[in-house]
C-alpha cells in the first residue's frame, strides 16, 4: 500500500500509524491477546467461540487485517469491516458476557494501546514523550468507539488511562478459561509441527517478558534472573537488527494482511450471480 492514503480515519503522521506500520508488533500479539484474556469475561467468550486453537493462522490473519484497516485503510472499509466484526460478536454471548459490552471493549482496546506502546519504546530505544502518548493513546480508542463502544466510556485522558490500567491490573482476577486460552495461544498445534518450536519459544519469552507481573504470576509463568537476562538480549539484538531494515520490508506484513482483507470486502460487496437456466 503507498503511503498518503487520506481518505482513511488517520493520515500518515499520526502516531497510530507510525507505530502500528511496525510489522514487528505482531510477534507481541501474544502479550496483549493474553492481557485481553485475564479479564475473565473476555477468556469465557474466546474460549467458547474462537477458532483460536482450531485455526490460529485465520485467527491471526483476521485479526491483524482489522487492525491494519482501521489503521490505514479507507474510512468506508474501516467502517465496512468493524460492523462486520460487530455482527460477528453480536453471537459471542453466555451466562455473564457479551462481546459487544462497552467494559470489555474499552479493556482489549487498552491492551492493544498499552503493548504497542511498551515494545516499540524497548524496540527502537526511544522513550515517547507524554504528548504523543496522549496523541496514540486518544488515536487508539478507535478500536473500541468504531465497534459501538461510547467515547464516554473510555478514560478521558492518557493519565486517566493509567490510573484505569494500573487498577485493573492490580484487580483483576483470571479465570481457567484465561489459563485454558493461554495454552491454545503459547502451545499453538502447526503444520511442521517441532519446526516451528524455536519460533514458539521466542514467542512465549517475548509474551512473558512484556506481561505485567501481576498478571504474569496469576498465569504461573516462571520468571526469574535468567528469563528476565534471555528476555533483555532478544529483545537488544531486535533494537539492533529490526530499526535497519528496510521500511518496505517492516512494513511488508502490513501489505499482505492489508491485501488480503480487502479482496475478502470486495467481494463481499460484489453482486451475486444470477445463473439463467435453459428450458
Known amino acids: 500500500m503507498a503511503e ?18 511496525e510489522g ?10 493474553l492481557l485481553q484474556t485475564a479479564h475473565p469475561k473476555v477468556a469465557q467468550g474466546v474460549y467458547d467461540h474462537s477458532y483460536t486453537a482450531d485455526d490460529p493462522a485465520r485467527r491471526l490473519r483476521n485479526t491483524m487485517g482489522w487492525l ?55 524496540l527502537f530505544r526511544r522513550r515517547l514523550d507524554q504528548a504523543e502518548l496522549e496523541e496514540f493513546y486518544q488515536q487508539s480508542k478507535v478500536y473500541a468507539t468504531i465497534l459501538g463502544c461510547p467515547e464516554e466510556r473510555m478514560p478521558a485522558t492518557y493519565p486517566q488511562f493509567r490510573e484505569y490500567y494500573a487498577d485493573m491490573l492490580q484487580n483483576l482476577k483470571i479465570s481457567d478459561a484465561s489459563r485454558a486460552v493461554a495454552d491454545q495461544v503459547l502451545y499453538q498445534r502447526l503444520p511442521g509441527g517441532a519446526l516451528h518450536e524455536p519460533g514458539l ?10 506481561m505485567p507481573a501481576p ?37 511488508l506484513p502490513r501489505e499482505v494482511y492489508l491485501t ?16 439463467v437456466r435453459s428450458s
Open 215 to 251: 498478571i504474569r504470576e496469576q498465569y504461573g509463568w516462571k520468571w526469574d534472573a535468567g528469563r528476565e537476562r534471555r528476555f533483555r538480549l532478544l529483545v537488544g539484538a531486535l533494537a539492533v537488527v529490526y530499526p535497519r531494515l528496510p521500511l518496505r520490508v517492516r512494513t
Open 68 to 122: 491494519y484497516t482501521v489503521q490505514f485503510g479507507t474510512r468506508e472499509e474501516a467502517e465496512a469491516l468493524s460492523a462486520l466484526v460487530t455482527k460477528g460478536h453480536d453471537a459471542v454471548t453466555g451466562p455473564d458476557y457479551e462481546a459487544n459490552d462497552p467494559e470489555l471493549q474499552v479493556w482489549v482496546a487498552s491492551t492493544l494501546f498499552a503493548v504497542a506502546a511498551q515494545f516499540y519504546q524497548l
Open 4 to 21: 498518503g492514503v487520506s481518505e482513511g480515519v488517520f493520515e500518515d503522521g499520526d502516531l497510530i500509524r507510525v507505530i502500528g506500520r
Open 260 to 275: 488480503s482483507t480487502r479482496r475478502m470486502l470486495a467481494k463481499l460487496k460484489r453482486p451475486p450471480a444470477i445463473s
Open 201 to 210: 519459544a521466542m514467542i512465549r519469552l517475548l509474551t512473558a517478558g512484556l
Open 24 to 33: 514487528v508488533l505482531i510477534a507481541a500479539g501474544g502479550a496483549a491477546s
